[in-house]
């Protein structure tokens, strides 16, 4: 078909369709399932006469014009293309039905095609409007302006194998409905008042947190100092309510300048990575609201509970039983119930006479242990001073011959020692105590035998690594978080117990307005007397959901390939100048010094203070860049050290070497 030019005075759009769309001279062709298409204009607009779209750029639908900046504003609609400012790359319905509800028109300003611009149908061509600025323009057309996709200019290799097919499917915009109205103050999500907003809410989600949130060429962090940051939000809050476009506003804002830690490149804590079906998981357990204490008002989640903890515990090894779990909120709040659990084993009438006859309690737990332990025995009351610190060896592991002799030291000075706090995957080096000799100890002494697997938990699901936990099932109680290594979303703690029903014993107060003797069924089932909680977060769906969506296969899949990535992210820069291997990884934790060209004749002290400082200098520098986040840290009498961890299984090689590149990129000055 002829190129029919549109014509500025007309006052309505044409009308498109699939069957009627006007053909083009354009090079562009969508993918293979492309359903969807995008517009794109310049944040450098009008163009500058004479543009034109090059056939490099009209072939990919992403591109940045030539002109102008080297960031580009997205705005992305189902069913249409717009691109540059040309009839040569008019509107054209792509893959659709025979109409699409949110067409939008193309208006020239001048006969020379060029300064186009978007409007809605119901906005008039006038000269107001067509004298409107990009960002006004995608206001109302809009509703809210898309943020710049940002090219980074990382100068690394593509990423991973699936992120092509990431940029190539274009994402869906929020369409503005009409959404200036105050929101509705009853606590009630009625269809007609609610609906359209909800949906355009959760494309948010879905395009800017999840996909657009995960993808490598944009930023981990979009940083902004505090007071900047307070200005760009409106956190204040005020008698009256806002409109429903101001909380999109508000949403898109919260999204933007917080930390993504679903991308491939948050490798900074002990979590990371969306899991989609634990993410689905999560949005289900939110819509429905439920707090599990009793199968009256949680039948499906109480009923979950029990069967995902019971197979937690066979794969511990307890499989008599004779063992219980409970669901916490936290590693740290289930070292607290091991704790306490402990203390009341050994004094039963805790529960009532408190700790006036109890003694001076002590705990053992290596100086690499989580630092929960210390905190939550000083909660309990048993004292920070009465945590004993035990010696590691140069691999990190709890020394067995110095937890003797602090035994030993306790006895001496007629303290009581109750536990032992053994670590599976320490914090910083991933160390994994030798969970026999320390099993056997406590056996010899008559210790409360702890594990503490929050991050190391996960190894067990894979055959291949499990022997990293030889030992664990003699533990009497163990703490494992799905949410770390397994990456379920956040948080997704149990505590596992080998006695079953002391932790009734221990919490248990029978409150008649919850938990009455004489219901129509099984109370066996009401989990909630267990826990030192009342209302309690239904944190089973979202690993239920994972675990069910791969089976116990997929999630031993999962934690082969993070430790295979951190073997070969080990071998990467063992030989590669500059770093400098701190131990052999146990675990996926990888911990690195890195020294500029510029520090590598230095040696003993000087070395070692200016080591001190190259991690803060090149953290601040890929903060403020946005192009990964890494975490450091001293310790003991080591200088700082990068620490690159791992528990996403969709990273890949190349995610590996960039980790290494980027750190040489940001220290080069150094």
Not at 118 to 126: E, I, R, V
Not at 481 to 492: D, E, I, T, V, Y
Request: proline content about 6%; glycine content about 6%; charged content about 25%.
């Amino acid at each position: 078909m002829e190129k029919q030019p549109l014509n500025p005075k007309d006052d309505k759009p044409p009308s498109y369709s699939a069957a009627t769309a006007p053909k083009v001279n354009c090079s562009w062709q969508p993918p293979p399932g492309y359903n969807s298409t995008q517009c794109q204009e310049s944040t450098s607009w009008p163009p500058p006469p004479g543009y034109y779209p090059s056939a490099s750029e009209t072939n990919n639908h992403n591109y940045v014009p030539s002109y102008g900046s080297t960031q580009s504003t997205t705005i992305i609609m189902p069913e249409i293309i717009l691109v540059g400012g040309c009839p040569a790359c008019r509107p054209k319905v792509v893959n659709t039905q025979q109409s699409c509800p949110w067409l939008v028109d193309i208006k020239y300003k001048g006969n020379d095609h060029h300064g186009s611009r978007l409007k809605k149908t119901s906005m008039p061509a006038n000269e107001e409007t067509l004298s409107m600025t990009s960002d006004q323009i995608k206001d109302n057309l809009f509703g809210k302006v898309y943020d710049d996709s940002i090219q980074n200019n990382f100068d690394c290799e593509s990423s991973s194998d699936d992120e092509e097919d990431y940029q190539n499917d274009c994402s869906r915009s929020i369409v503005k409905e009409n959404f200036k109205e105050i929101c509705n103050y009853k606590s009630l999500p009625v269809r007609e008042i609610h609906k359209k907003f909800m949906k355009s809410f959760v494309n948010l989600l879905l395009e800017e947190a999840v996909f657009e949130g995960t993808l490598r060429r944009n930023r981990v962090v979009e940083w902004i100092e505090p007071t900047t940051l307070h200005s760009i939000i409106d956190l204040k809050l005020s008698d009256q309510g806002c409109s429903y476009e101001t909380l999109l506003t508000l949403a898109h804002n919260v999204i933007k300048y917080s930390v993504k830690t679903g991308h491939p490149r948050f490798i900074n804590q002990l979590y990371s990575s969306v899991d989609p079906y634990g993410l689905l998981g999560q949005w289900l357990t939110d819509a429905l609201n439920p707090s599990v204490y009793t199968y009256e008002v949680s039948p499906v989640f109480s009923l979950m509970e029990e069967e995902i903890l019971r197979e937690m515990r066979k794969i511990i090894g307890w499989r008599d039983g004779r063992s219980e779990g409970i669901f916490c909120p936290g590693g740290s709040i289930a070292n607290g119930y091991a704790i306490n659990l402990a203390r009341y084993y050994k004094f039963p009438r805790l529960k009532e006479l408190g700790l006036f006859n109890t003694g001076r309690l002590i705990i053992f737990t290596s100086r690499d242990a989580h630092y929960s332990v210390k905190k939550l025995g000083a909660f309990l009351g048993i004292g920070t001073e009465n945590v004993y610190e035990v010696k590691t060896d140069d691999k990190g592991k709890m020394c067995i011959t110095d937890l003797k002799i602090q035994i030993k030291k306790a006895l001496q000075e007629n303290a009581i020692p109750l536990m032992v706090s053994a670590t599976a995957g320490t914090t910083v080096l991933g160390a994994f105590d030798p969970l026999k000799n320390i099993a056997a100890i406590c056996k010899n002494y008559n210790l409360w035998f702890h594990v503490d697997a929050a991050w190391g938990g996960g190894v067990l699901m894979s055959k291949k690594y499990k022997y990293l936990l030889d030992g664990i099932e003699l533990a009497d109680s163990v703490t494992w978080n799905p949410h770390k290594l397994l990456a379920a979303p956040q948080q997704c703690s149990t505590l596992l117990l080998r006695h079953e029903g002391l932790l009734q014993d221990a919490h248990g107060s029978k409150a008649s307005y919850l938990f009455q003797p004489d219901k129509f069924y099984d109370t066996s089932f009401d989990s909630g007397d267990k826990h030192i909680q009342c209302g309690r977060r239904a944190d089973v769906l979202k690993f239920w959901f994972m675990w069910k969506a791969k089976g116990t296969r997929g999630l031993e899949k999962h934690v082969d390939r993070v430790f295979k990535l951190a073997r070969y992210f080990t071998n990467y820069i063992r030989h590669r100048e500059g770093f400098k291997l701190i131990l052999e990884p146990e675990c996926t934790n990888v911990c690195f010094w890195y020294v500029p060209p510029s520090k590598r004749q230095l040696q003993n002290e000087e070395l070692l203070k200016t080591l001190q400082k190259i991690g803060p200098a090149v953290k601040e520098r890929m903060m403020k860049k946005g192009s990964m986040l890494i975490t450091y840290q001293p310790l003991r009498e080591l200088p700082n050290f990068f620490r690159l961890v791992l528990q996403n299984s969709g990273l890949t090689e190349t995610d590996m070497r960039f980790f290494a590149e980027e750190i040489e990129r940001l220290a080069i000055d150094l």
